[in-house]
């Protein structure tokens, strides 16, 4: 499996943007990356994610590399209930989704 | 709601004895998995499934086991056998439908302690 490299943790104020960088550069052309976020004591959960082309939802933007072997999750705007540990993931089987340590971020008022 | 249901939040047992985990999905979803979190680290994986009795073992799936009778329901026994049982345990499910692209959901967990 792949692996992904993210800094241990990133510091925001709220109301500013938010850029978590990425990178994987071991990834192969079938691998999907996604990312997911874990609020302290619960579940992670679902943020973005995507192959080739920059992605954009209701929660995040997903801006991949040309080459793909790095992206960077935009959190638009920060808010208090954004602070969270973030992982990045690559999946190209059917299967499991490895998990690294994530990104930790804090956010300020 | 469609969502995963994990039971109880929190368990104690004493060391020596096995215990269960429930987790319960209304997702229809036929991938279920297992994942264990230790404090300030990352989930690994210690059991999945693809299919009605049919399951695969992670990367960490020693002391445990697992059973999957039902499309909704995906137990995880945790031995004796296991030497660190004292752990955050995660279930998640998953659509196949959507191939490596498809998004996971994940359960609230339940924080087992064995002293």
């Known amino acids: 499996d792949a692996k992904t490299t993210q800094p241990n943790s990133m510091e925001s104020n709220e109301e500013e943007p938010v850029h978590l960088p990425c990178n994987h550069s071991t990834i192969s052309g079938t691998d999907y990356i996604h990312w997911y976020r874990q609020l302290p004591s619960q579940g992670p959960e679902y943020v973005i994610h995507g192959l080739t082309s920059n992605v954009n939802n209701r929660m995040a933007s997903l801006a991949i590399a040309e080459d793909r072997k790095s992206s960077t999750l935009i959190l638009h705007r920060a808010t208090l209930r954004d602070a969270a540990v973030y992982y990045c993931?690559?999946?190209?089987?059917?299967?499991?989704?490895?998990f690294g340590a994530g990104t930790r971020l804090a956010v300020h008022p | 709601d469609g969502g995963i249901t994990q039971s109880p939040k929190y368990l104690f047992r004493k060391e020596g004895q096995n215990v269960t985990l429930s987790c319960e999905q209304n997702l229809n979803h036929d991938a279920m998995y297992w994942y264990r979190q230790d404090p300030g680290q990352g989930l690994r994986l210690i059991y999945y499934?693809?299919?009605?009795?049919?399951?695969q073992k992670g990367d960490i799936a020693e002391g445990y086991s697992v059973s999957r009778e039902k499309k909704e329901s995906f137990p995880l026994t945790v031995t004796s056998a296991q030497k660190n049982p004292t752990a955050f345990y995660l279930c998640a499910s998953r659509s196949t439908l959507f191939g490596p692209s498809g998004e996971q959901y994940f359960g609230p967990g339940t924080r087992l302690t064995v002293t």
């Open positions: 499934s693809q299919i009605v009795n049919d399951f």
């Open positions: 993931i690559l999946r190209g089987g059917y299967n499991k989704l490895i």
